[in-house]
């Protein structure tokens, strides 16, 4: 009972100052994620070294298949608790293409791990990089009968700009709660201004990221692993991600997730041995886009490096 109020405390402070930072702007969200709860390093630096080996992760999604110009994104993550599990290093790398936009970014990845109980730690992460920026604008269709200005019929120059995020994670064996802002400075390339880079400071523009999950055994083959996500952008509707997955034998991962106003998803994922683990995952998408697509898919692959004698004998819930 003690640990469980503890716990509640931590949920309670971060869902405040998540709170207190609400006001009124217009933003867009950060890419999506539907295995999000198999490397949350995609969204929260916290969770640098929270898997107590050099643990590393890759991820390719293909967005609404079937339309011209829509959302790939590659991922990469690779991190490690370091002194006596006080710190987790980490890096990040991403890939993404939108129509004519073009973004690749390189992070890296600091957390201060403190505990908080003998089998609880409360993680601070800071990440920082650069991205860089192109917008292919010669790829465009002109409308016939519309008159476009040519500033905006040639591609923009590679642009590099800078890019910072941070987050807290509190972890547990069977419990975890973050909340994360991974996106600090908002950059855009001006075509105006012979193609500069405008680098923003907005609290307004922030993404907010709360999540929080929980395992519990139904029986000696099967656990429940429920998990949500909330992400908020000020201007935009809060969007929620709800997710229930079941591991049956300590081997196969399946489940089920509602994103609100996108999509339902069916994940998997095969753990081939307590260090490799392979997932897949489909959305099927219930807005207006759905008429014109068949859906997104998902690819990851997992695989935690140890080099004790003792190996890794058992698997990660988080």
Not at 150 to 160: A, G, H, I, V
Request: with cysteine; hydrophobic share 40%; proline share 5%.
């Amino acid at each position: 009972m003690k640990e469980f109020k503890r716990s509640l405390k931590i949920v309670m402070f971060i869902g405040i100052i998540f709170c207190l930072t609400k006001s009124d702007a217009n933003a867009q969200y950060d890419p999506m994620f539907s295995q999000y709860m198999n490397n949350e390093m995609f969204i929260n630096p916290g969770y640098a070294g929270s898997r107590d080996y050099i643990s590393t992760f890759a991820l390719y999604r293909d967005q609404w298949v079937g339309i011209d110009g829509a959302p790939t994104t590659q991922t990469f993550t690779i991190h490690a608790p370091l002194k006596k599990k006080k710190i987790g290093l980490g890096m990040s790398i991403m890939n993404e293409e939108i129509g004519v936009t073009k973004k690749f970014s390189v992070m890296g990845t600091y957390a201060y791990r403190l505990p908080v109980s003998d089998d609880a730690i409360l993680s601070f992460g800071l990440q920082g990089g650069f991205t860089s920026l192109q917008e292919n604008l010669s790829e465009l269709t002109p409308v016939d009968g519309v008159n476009i200005d040519p500033l905006f019929m040639q591609d923009t120059p590679t642009k590099m700009a800078p890019k910072a995020g941070f987050g807290m994670y509190y972890q547990k064996p069977s419990f975890y709660v973050g909340w994360s802002i991974p996106r600090l400075i908002e950059s855009s390339i001006d075509p105006t201004n012979n193609f500069e880079v405008n680098n923003e400071v907005n609290l307004k523009n922030w993404h907010n990221y709360i999540t929080a999950g929980y395992v519990f055994p139904v029986s000696e083959n099967l656990k429940l692993k429920p998990t949500i996500m909330t992400k908020a952008v000020f201007g935009a509707p809060v969007e929620w991600d709800f997710n229930v997955n079941a591991l049956i034998n300590e081997i196969i991962w399946v489940g089920a997730s509602y994103r609100t106003g996108d999509a339902i998803a069916l994940i998997s994922s095969l753990n081939v041995s307590p260090q490799f683990r392979i997932g897949y995952s489909y959305d099927y998408t219930i807005t207006d886009i759905g008429n014109h697509t068949s859906g997104s898919h998902e690819i990851s692959l997992g695989y935690d490096f140890n080099f004790k004698k003792k190996g890794i004998s058992s698997i990660r819930y988080f």
